[in-house]
């Protein structure tokens, strides 16, 4: 038994241990500068494993994103071992290790914090300090779930395991550690994490979790404008951008993120408002298996096309001009999303910037189009309006006239451009 605090709280369990020829994880597969952190680490004595996300990975033979290493030396011993390495954060201070490109994060392992006695780490059923020191057995419970608390120990190769990750693992599940309800309570963007990991690995939500997070959902209003985007970013540019939304939408969580849209796709015609928000999300999963760069001003713009549209329909109805309804209807429905979720202004922008260039499209004669080439937010503009007459608005034949426009391009205006520029970028490349 520990005594924290002055008093008994927990009993140390015991893990199950699964040497290295019991599972897949070769040290092959770890990152150079990882492996450099690990035994650097374990030979000067301390605790050293590798641990979160780039364990389940690695068992489940996927490439992990990045590599998060343990250990039981404080951040300042952590920096002493390594010169190419900071300290970070406030709240809990944990080092960075980079190698070049790639950065190695090292935290010392993570004590309890307490709701029931008053040590202040817990208010309302919420973490609000996360900074205490702990041992392994301590560090584990403070994770969110199973598959995420596996330790890989660099010492003997061995997988340590005290939440039974590996048969979660093996059976493609996603369970939080401990009482589903408080985990999530605790920390509401665990709700959003669920289906994160659920949709990526395409793994299950195990009942027990799963049953609580529509009626938990609500709760994602407690956690910071700024975190929220973050979280979006990582739910919304992993590839999985189209099955996540449908499970948020499953679990009555897309409805705290993005009231607005989910307002308007309350309201069908003919499928049109589903259709379009689709297809924006696996737009951005292709490009991204392409390769080719992705923009949350883009999605964003996407995201609230609909309600913005709406909404200037509106103001056209009571006499407004085209332009200005749709400038008014853009600043509202921004500022209302943005008090949901906080979107840099850059991305804000290229939205509001999106919008306006769609009824300018609309605007062929004289020279006009030209100049709209020139723009440095034409290619948007257009790939949007490709998007629109994909899901179904009645803007194909311009859409085609813009593809076709671009393809046997400017040949009367080039006196005002450098010619050299010109000879170099071919016809019909991007813009
Ligand atoms: P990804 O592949 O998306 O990076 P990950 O599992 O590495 O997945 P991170 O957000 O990088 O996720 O976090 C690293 C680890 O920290 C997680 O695996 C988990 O153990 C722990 N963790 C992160 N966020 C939370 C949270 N909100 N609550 C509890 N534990 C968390
Ligand atoms: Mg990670």
Redesign the pocket.
């Known amino acids: 038994m520990n005594k924290i605090h002055g008093k008994v709280s927990y009993l140390r369990p015991q893990p199950a241990i699964f040497p290295r020829e019991e599972h897949n994880i070769s040290t092959k597969n770890i990152s150079d500068g990882a492996l450099k952190v690990l035994y650097r680490l374990k030979n000067a004595g301390y605790a050293s494993y590798l641990?979160?996300?780039?364990v389940?990975?690695l068992l489940l033979g996927r490439e992990?994103?990045?590599f998060?290493v343990v250990t039981d030396a404080t951040p300042q011993q952590v920096r002493e071992l390594f010169r190419n390495s900071r300290l970070i954060g406030r709240r809990f201070r944990l080092a960075h290790v980079r190698f070049g490109d790639e950065i190695v994060e090292v935290s010392t392992f993570r004590g309890p914090h307490h709701d029931d006695n008053g040590a202040g780490h817990i208010v309302d059923g919420r973490i609000i300090r996360d900074n205490v020191y702990g041992t392994i057995d301590e560090d584990v419970w403070?994770?969110?779930f199973t598959v995420?608390?596996l330790f890989y120990n660099i010492a003997d190769e061995s997988v340590v395991d005290y939440v039974n990750g590996m048969d979660d693992i093996k059976s493609c599940c996603i369970r939080l550690i401990g009482d589903p309800r408080r985990r999530f309570t605790e920390?509401p963007?665990?709700l959003l994490?669920a289906v994160r990991f659920a949709t990526k690995l395409g793994f299950r939500i195990s009942p027990d979790t799963g049953t609580h997070i529509s009626g938990l959902a609500s709760s994602l209003k407690e956690i910071s404008t700024a975190r929220l985007f973050e979280e979006c970013l990582?739910m919304f540019f992993n590839g999985y951008a189209l099955q996540t939304f449908e499970q948020l939408r499953h679990y009555e969580l897309f409805k705290e993120l993005f009231p607005q849209t989910e307002e308007a796709l309350t309201h069908q015609h003919g499928g049109f408002p589903y259709t379009f928000v689709a297809n924006a999300l696996r737009n951005t999963d292709n490009r991204l298996t392409q390769n080719k760069p992705v923009t949350p001003g883009f999605l964003l713009a996407a995201l609230l096309w609909l309600p913005m549209d709406r909404l200037a329909q509106n103001h056209m109805a009571q006499g407004m001009n085209e332009m200005d309804a749709i400038i008014l209807a853009g600043d509202i429905v921004i500022s209302r999303q943005t008090s949901t979720i906080a979107v840099p202004r850059r991305f804000t922008s290229m939205a509001r910037d999106i919008w306006q260039m769609q009824p300018r499209l609309a605007r062929r004669s004289h020279r006009r189009p030209h100049r709209m080439l020139e723009n440095p937010r034409f290619r948007a503009a257009y790939d949007f309006l490709l998007l629109r007459a994909e899901s179904g608005e009645d803007v194909n034949e311009l859409a085609e006239w813009w593809t076709e426009f671009q393809r046997n391009k400017p040949d009367q205006k080039s006196h005002s451009r450098n010619r050299r520029n010109r000879r170099r970028r071919p016809r019909g490349r991007k813009v």
């Open positions: 641990v979160g996300g780039s389940r990975d992990p994103k990045d998060d403070r994770r969110d995420n608390a920390d963007v665990r994490r990582k």
